[in-house]
């Protein structure tokens, strides 16, 4: 009897270790759609197609397996600052691992159609990835950085909050399977391999 406790208790943590979250960083909102600030909620929606989400945590989610490891799909609804209120929480209550998080975030410093893969780095003044930060406490967690800059940015604010151009949204759309490719790599192979792979290949 004590010997299948062992095996239950074991099974159970090798179980619960299979697990991962994946943030797309964006606002809620029919007015919000498409904007370049919404690249994270874009990428998500475009990775797992149509189906149902769920609310937890004032925020969106939706559950999937992907070769036998459960994985977590999230959009805060809590707006763009105060994304980390809504990560943390459902990090908590899942007891999932900072190693085992990704955030897709928009990136004002890359030109639209560039990515970048980053962990262990600061905000780089994007408020969004500031709070998950800031609720975390630390800054260890895989970052898949969209690049949305063009040379027609103005005001910052008004850039971010506006719509993709007609050009700038194909060269997006042009990227989405890489981007689902990352994520994949991610829950099967994990943040050094995926990183290795896919910040050493043309980007853009």
Do not use: C, W
């Not at 689902?180 to 192979?189: E, L, P, Q, T």
Request: no cysteine; net charge neutral; glycine share 8%.
């Amino acid at each position: 009897m004590m010997l299948v406790s062992v095996l239950l208790i074991n099974i159970f943590l090798i179980v619960s270790d299979l697990m991962k979250l994946i943030v797309g960083i964006g606002n809620p909102g029919k007015e919000y759609e498409n904007t370049r600030h919404n690249v994270g909620f874009m990428v998500i929606d475009a990775y797992l197609g149509d189906v149902s989400y769920q609310e937890k945590f004032n925020a969106l989610y939706a559950k999937k397996i992907i070769d036998g490891e459960t994985v977590y799909f999230l959009k805060p609804l809590t707006y763009v600052n105060n994304s980390g209120q809504a990560v943390a929480a459902f990090m908590k209550y899942f007891d999932i691992d900072i190693k085992d998080l990704l955030v897709i975030h928009d990136d004002l410093d890359e030109a639209v159609g560039k990515y970048k893969l980053k962990i262990n780095s600061s905000s780089g003044g994007h408020n969004g990835i500031k709070s998950i930060i800031n609720h975390l406490n630390s800054q260890a967690f895989l970052r898949l950085k969209i690049g949305i800059n063009s040379e027609f940015r103005k005001d910052t604010i008004d850039f971010v909050l506006g719509k993709f151009s007609k050009s700038e949204m194909e060269v997006f759309k042009g990227n989405l399977e890489i981007y689902k490719d990352i994520i994949d790599s991610f829950v099967k192979n994990g943040t050094d391999k995926t990183m290795n792979i896919y910040n050493t290949k043309v980007r853009g």
